[in-house]
Structure formats: C-alpha cells, structure tokens
C-alpha cells in the first residue's frame, strides 16, 4: 500500500535561510512523488514533481527538491527563504506501476519570519 | 488558460439536507478528479473520472454520495443527506491522461461545506 510521512507539522525558519520541509514515502513499484503548496483559501498548487531521471528536481518560485530511493525521500528545499513562501505544504506519491491513485501527506506548515 | 472552477465556494447547511457542488476543469484535461480535505489533513480522493467513466470511486460513501460527469467535461459531486462529519472542503482538479499519470494535478479553490 501506498503511504506518504511528512513527520513535521509545523516548519518554522527566518527569512533569508534555508528551509527543508522533509517527505518519506512507501510504494510498492516506482514513485511518482509531487510538491505541492497551499495558500489560505486557496486550492493546492503545484510546485514540482518527480517522475525519473536527476535526482535533484527544480520547480516553481525557487524551490527544489532531492529524491532519495535509499531513504525513501523527498524532501523539499529553497536556499534562501521568503516571507511569502509561508503557506502549507503537501508532498504526494503516486505507483508509477500500479494505478493513478494520488495519496497525499498530512502537510507542513511552513512559517518565515521576517 | 482559465483554472479548474468550482461552485459555490462557501455552503452552510443542516443535516439531513441535500448538497450539491459543481466543478469545470480545464479545457482538455481528460482526468477529473474530487478530494475531501478535512481540517489539518491532505486532500482523501473520492473519486477519479477518465473522460466520462469513473475509474475508481473506491473511496466514495456510495450511500450518500453521488457523482455524475456528463459528456466527459464539468462534474457534480451530490450528497444527500449530508451529515455533520460531511463537514470539510471538497475540491476539485484535473490533469491530462498521460501515461501512467505522470502529470501533476491541478486545483481548484475548493468548496467549504459546514453542515450544523
């Protein structure tokens, strides 16, 4: 089965740092593994995925993240963080081999300071 | 490109009463797809359409939750009678078939049921 870990809740570092919101993730076959970022009263956004090739992935407003198949991760990093990256963020997985069903973490708050 | 849309986007009720939420994906995208989100938690699917076939309704209350997405385009998710524990943002998105899924998803901003 499916199953995606965001073992932090909450995520809280000063502007012009850098942040790490970190992802673990069980699949059976190959991992389809998605960032996503969500605003207050807004839908989820996505911010960038990994599906084969590099390890390291680039997305949307700087940020990046490293897929890990030993440790089964995918943490998500920025080198220098804003105060508008405060939002919530989910990681997903997707079975790359076995079917289409998305399984969603339970999301880290992320908090800039200024 | 317009978004995924969704409607409304607030909706009070009491229990026992019918609900109904509409959604519009983007123009070309095959898959659709609804989510319930309760409070400090990730987005559960309900249900995944290809074009106008459910493919995977697994996790659909079948009891009292419905959905339909005629002609392969715009989608309504219906619950009747809804209950307090309904109570949670319901959204919408959608992506291109691909091949094997590859693609991300895309959403929209999302229906807030509170039923009292």
């Known amino acids: 089965a499916q199953s995606v870990a965001q073992p932090e809740d909450q995520v809280n570092v000063a502007e012009g740092n850098p942040l790490t919101v970190k992802c673990t993730y069980s699949?059976?076959?190959?991992?389809?593994l998605f960032w996503y970022v969500q605003y207050p009263n807004r839908g989820l956004q996505f911010l960038l995925k990994y599906i084969t090739g590099d390890n390291l992935v680039k997305g949307s407003y700087g940020f990046e993240a490293e897929f890990n198949k030993s440790q089964t991760s995918f943490h998500l990093k920025k080198p220098s963080a804003l105060v508008s990256d405060s939002a919530l963020y989910f990681c997903a997985v997707r079975d790359g081999t076995g079917g289409f069903k998305t399984i969603f973490g339970a999301g880290t708050r992320l908090f800039v300071k200024a | 490109e317009a978004g995924v849309v969704q409607s409304p986007r607030y909706k009070i009720i009491e229990k026992k009463q019918p609900v109904a939420f509409w959604c519009n994906p983007i123009s070309g995208h095959n898959t659709l797809y609804w989510y319930r989100q309760n409070l400090g938690q990730g987005p559960e699917l309900l249900i995944r359409y290809e074009n106008e076939e459910a493919v995977d309704d697994s996790q659909l209350p079948k009891d009292r939750f419905s959905a339909e997405r005629l002609k392969g385009v715009d989608s309504t998710l219906k619950i009747q009678p809804a209950e307090l524990g309904d109570s949670a943002v319901y959204l919408c998105?959608?992506?291109?078939?691909?091949?094997?899924?590859?693609?991300?998803?895309?959403f929209g901003p999302g229906t807030r049921l509170t039923v009292t």
């Open positions: 699949v059976s076959g190959n991992p389809y």
């Open positions: 998105a959608s992506s291109p078939l691909g091949v094997q899924g590859n693609h991300e998803q895309y």
